[in-house]
T-cell receptor
Framework: DTAVSQTPKYLVTQMGNDKSIKCEQNLGHDTMYWYKQDSKKFLKIMFSYNNKELIINETVPNRFSPKSPDKAHLNLHINSLELGDSAVYFC???????????FGPGTRLTVL | AQSVTQPDIHITVSEGASLELRCNYS??????LFWYVQSPGQGLQLLLK??????LVQGIKGFEAEFKRSQSSFNLRKPSVHWSDAAEYFCAVAPYGNKLVFGAGTILRVKS
């Protein structure tokens, strides 16, 4: 019955590799998000999709490419991973500005 | 610059004592306001939100927050803290659109 799920929960990889994180929500929401939480726990929005269309892109390097095959899924693909990409990535969803965002459990990415 | 400020990085309170976590924002119009809690290794859970109307908002787990327009503040309070409240607390605003901007977080420690 998980509302927003992410896979994998942990991801350890070498610099230069390409990896993907998947997110699915079963809440019927129209909008999905990716946030990055750095080592100091600072949370910052990366992307937002509404009905499969990109609506927010917060000057994230183009090595990061979100893909939304349908409005229940928002995946994050990262090319050429760098040490600075190590963080916890959270997926979230909601139905509009006034609606709370429901967060997934996070994916802890470690780049070695 | 537009921002969300949580001036206290850490707060320690005794179990049973009252709690207030501070949050200030610097957006021209009143944004939508939220408090989220993050337990270690977990995602974020919404405690409460304010959009309009009564400036004292009740949330889950016995938390409340008061919006003060004149001070651009949205402080979180709890009259009696329980050990299970130990976590990190994030204030967030939705200044426009669907974008959530987070404060840096306040880590709450509860001593018995």
């Amino acid at each position: 019955d998980t509302a927003v799920s992410q896979t994998p929960k942990y991801l350890v990889t070498q610099m230069g590799n390409d990896k993907s994180i998947k997110c699915e929500q079963n809440l019927g929401h129209d909008t999905m998000y990716w946030y990055k939480q750095d080592s100091k726990k600072f949370l910052k929005i990366m992307f937002s999709y509404n009905n499969k269309e990109l609506i927010i892109n917060e000057t994230v390097p183009n090595r990061f490419s979100p893909k939304s095959p349908d409005k229940a899924h928002l995946n994050l693909h990262i090319n050429s991973l760098e040490l600075g990409d190590s963080a916890v990535y959270f997926c979230a969803s909601n139905s509009g500005r006034a609606d709370e965002q429901f967060f997934g459990p996070g994916t802890r990415l470690t780049v070695l | 610059a537009q921002s969300v400020t949580q001036p206290d990085i850490h707060i320690t309170v005794s179990e049973g004592a009252s709690l207030e976590l501070r949050c200030n924002y610097s957006y021209g119009a009143t944004p939508y306001l939220f408090w989220y809690v993050q337990s270690p290794g977990q995602g974020l859970q919404l405690l409460l939100k304010y959009f309009s109307g009564d400036t004292l908002v009740q949330g889950i787990k016995g938390f409340e927050a008061e919006f003060k327009r004149s001070q651009s503040s949205f402080n979180l309070r709890k009259p009696s803290v329980h050990w299970s409240d130990a976590a990190e607390y994030f204030c967030a605003v939705a200044p426009y659109g669907n974008k959530l901007v987070f404060g840096a977080g306040t880590i709450l420690r509860v001593k018995s």
